[in-house]
Nanobody
Framework: QVQLVESGGGLVQAGGSLRLSCAASGRTFSTYVMGWFRQAPGKERDFVALISSTSTYTYYPASVKGRFTISRDNAKNTVYLQMNSLKPEDTAVYYC???????????????WGQGTQVTVSE
């Protein structure tokens, strides 16, 4: 099973940008669909983006579409989340996760990172 470690979170002003990275261990990374989720205090874990194993397919919810971009580099075993035009409501812990299917449900993901905090100030 793949193991995941996120990085790149931090504090940013509204309108700013951040790029999150998720490094994976193991030789099977390129076979997984990868997703990003986020969880704010007291709220459920929400789907943010997914990317197919070969990067041919991506999917975003309306809340981030046009602002966030998911990408991956299978040679580096890494998936990225570029976040632009950040809003205070984007504040959350961001998690990357791996799955074998196309899904926006966290229940369908097999492996998770530990999360990285993103805080967007007014």
């Amino acid at each position: 099973q793949v193991q995941l470690v996120e990085s790149g979170g931090g504090l940013v002003q509204a309108g700013g940008s951040l790029r999150l990275s998720c490094a994976a261990s193991g030789r099977t990374f390129s076979t997984y669909v990868m997703g990003w989720f986020r969880q704010a205090p007291g709220k459920e874990r929400d789907f943010v983006a997914l990317i197919s194993s070969t990067s041919t397919y991506t999917y975003y919810p309306a809340s981030v579409k046009g602002r966030f971009t998911i990408s991956r580099d299978n040679a580096k075993n890494t998936v990225y989340l570029q976040m632009n035009s950040l809003k205070p409501e984007d504040t959350a812990v961001y998690y990357c996760a791996a799955t074998r299917i196309y899904s926006s449900s966290p229940d369908d993901y097999d492996a998770w990172g530990q999360g990285t905090q993103v805080t967007v100030s007014e």
